[in-house]
């Protein structure tokens, strides 16, 4: 596999901190709804509002990096279906990695909870204290991170896919420590 069938080592790695950050803040957003409100799931809630805005600056930051170093070709052997299918679930996970934090942010505001990045940087309120509208924005966070679920999952599959019964490079290309022509 030469240098320009793979991504840049940069690409790689935003594509897989993004992956553990969505794989922590998701089980994180989960847990933490069921419990009781108490400082300990107050504390939860920090931090999961303190990834979701780390995703969406990461998701930023991959954008426009993308946007200056074009990703390198899918194999040719994959039928333009599949490259077109693929292209699209690429672009419904961005749009999600997007549209989830502002979501959640949106509903903070809503249920006037202020969004505290790391402790440190208050966000403004983006909307007013609307008691309907929050309970609206949760139910529209809950469905758009499940969205991301389903699509997370078929991205996994996809790739799996590739590398066990096409034994095509899809995979490889954005694994890290892979060099050069290995298999």
């Known amino acids: 596999m030469t240098a320009a069938t793979r991504y840049t080592g940069t690409a790689i790695a935003l594509h897989w901190l993004a992956a553990l950050l969505i794989f922590t803040t998701f089980p994180l957003g989960v847990y933490m709804h069921e419990l009781a409100l108490s400082p300990f799931k107050l504390k939860l809630i920090s931090y999961h509002k ?3 805005v780390t995703i969406f600056l990461l998701t930023v930051a991959r954008l426009a990096w993308r946007a200056m170093h074009t990703p390198p070709p899918l194999p040719e052997t994959i039928p333009a279906w599949q490259q077109r ?4 679930l690429h672009f419904l996970l961005y749009v999600l990695l997007l549209a989830i934090p502002v979501s959640g942010w949106l509903m903070s505001s809503a249920k006037g ?3 505290v990045y790391l402790g440190l940087v208050q ?4 909307v007013g204290k609307d008691k309907a509208l929050g309970d609206l924005l949760t ?3 809950q469905m758009l991170n499940f969205g991301l679920l389903a699509l997370v999952g078929m991205h996994i599959a996809a790739a799996l896919k590739h590398h066990f019964i096409e034994h095509d490079a899809t995979l490889r290309r954005m694994l890290p ?3 050069g022509d290995q298999p």
């Open 50 to 52: 303190w990834l979701g």
């Open 85 to 88: 299918a693929a292209h699209g």
């Open 113 to 115: 909870i202020p969004v």
């Open 123 to 126: 966000l403004p309120d983006l």
């Open 139 to 141: 139910g529209v966070h």
């Open 177 to 179: 420590f892979i060099k």
